[in-house]
């Protein structure tokens, strides 16, 4: 099993900034890849950004120019930097990973969520 531990979520005013945090653990053979995923109420979750092992990165089009996803491979933890934040950014964000086990095999992990609300 893989473990995916979520920080960084709070309170912030528009145009203010939070970052992210989501480290992966357990038992891993290589990360192919992570990426963080957003829920608001009412809707579906939807991908905000990734990033592969060989550092390609892939964003939504209503977080480019705002958001980046810097990786750390050796420490197997990826962040969400999240900049001029709105209120439509308000949602539950969730980490994902695409994981190769230390069996051989691969699946998929998802953190437990953490909470962004922007407003004034």
């Known amino acids: 099993q893989v473990q995916l531990v979520e920080s960084g979520g709070g309170l912030v005013q528009p145009g203010g900034s939070l970052r992210l945090s989501c480290a992966a653990s357990g038992n891993i053979f290589a990360i192919n890849g992570m990426g963080w995923y957003r829920q608001a109420p009412g809707k579906q979750r939807e991908l905000v950004a990734a990033i592969t092992s060989g550092g390609s990165t892939n964003y939504a089009d209503s977080v480019k120019g705002r958001f980046t996803i810097p990786r750390d491979n050796a420490m197997n933890t990826v962040y969400l930097q999240m900049n001029s934040l709105k209120p439509e950014d308000t949602a539950v964000y969730f980490c994902?990973?695409?994981?190769?086990?230390?069996?051989?095999?691969?699946?998929?992990?998802w953190g437990q969520g953490t909470q962004v609300t922007v407003s004034s």
């Open positions: 994902n990973a695409d994981v190769t086990y230390v069996s051989r095999s691969r699946g998929a992990s």
